[in-house]
């Protein structure tokens, strides 16, 4: 579980990444989610894009995912939202206490 000063360093460090995935009209798919999935066990942290016409607002999408993928939702501004997940096996980022 993320409290408030681990949420505010993922946010410093999320501010610099280009979104790598889209949800589009097509919305979230289980093939969608285990790639998202694969991705957070590679890099930890992602940032995520809504666009208009999926029919999810970014929160929606947001939770939707961080549920199926197993990770936390560490922000949501605008369309735009960041996910993280610890990493089994390459853990690169260390969260301050």
């Known amino acids: 579980m993320l409290n408030g000063k681990r949420r505010a360093f993922l946010r ?5 990444l280009d979104p790598v995935f889209q949800v ?18 590679a890099r930890e942290l992602i940032k995520l894009r809504v666009l208009e016409n999926s029919g999810y607002t970014a929160r929606e999408a947001a939770e939707e995912i961080a549920a199926q993928t197993a990770s936390e939702v560490v922000a949501v501004i605008g369309s735009r939202f960041v996910l993280y997940r610890e990493s089994k096996t390459k853990k690169v980022i260390e969260l301050p206490k």
Not at 12 to 16: F, G, I, R, T, V
Not at 25 to 32: C, H, L, V
């Open 24 to 41: 589009g009209k097509s919305g979230i798919s289980e093939e969608m989610c285990l790639q998202i999935g694969n991705c957070l066990e």
């Open 12 to 16: 410093k460090m999320a501010n610099e």
